[in-house]
């Protein structure tokens, strides 16, 4: 795959798919939060579930402007000096769920995304799928195989 085409397609798929899976991760552990005291109404159940998945689209948003500035300093940190590793990009998910937890004005967000726990999960789980889809063929040179 071509580094131009690479870049293009790839890196813009794999930030979107990784702040799905980040908002994703948040949302479930909000569900499950909330399931216990409800589980036993069906109506303030699902009630309770379209407020989750309204939280869920609302963090796509936020935490995809938030976190572009940071996402896009850690990918071409990655891009520049051909960093594959998984345990970059999942650092690097809770190095930007960190940055991105202070630049978030906590007003405009679920009250559960300011608990450490749950935006580091967040960001582990967007840097794993970040690496899933682009991380692991990073890099902007591509090594050619060695003919002896």
Do not use: H, N
């Amino acid at each position: 795959m071509s580094t131009l085409l690479r870049i293009l397609f790839l890196v813009p798929l794999g930030y979107v798919l990784a702040i799905v899976a980040a908002a994703t991760t948040a949302a479930l552990a909000e569900w499950l939060r909330a399931y216990g005291p409800v589980a036993d109404d069906p109506a303030a159940l699902g009630m309770t579930g379209m407020v989750v998945m309204l939280d869920w689209f609302i963090l796509m948003i936020f935490v995809g402007t938030a976190a572009a500035i940071p996402s896009l300093i850690a990918i071409g940190a990655a891009e520049a000096f051909g960093i594959k590793s998984a345990l970059y990009f999942c650092g690097a998910g809770l190095a930007v769920a960190f940055v991105t937890s202070l630049a978030i004005d906590p007003s405009g967000i679920p009250p559960f995304m300011t608990e450490p726990a749950i935006a580091g999960a967040a960001g582990l789980a967007g840097g794993l799928v970040y690496w899933l889809v682009a991380g692991q063929w990073s890099g902007l040179l591509v090594s050619e195989p060695k003919r002896s």
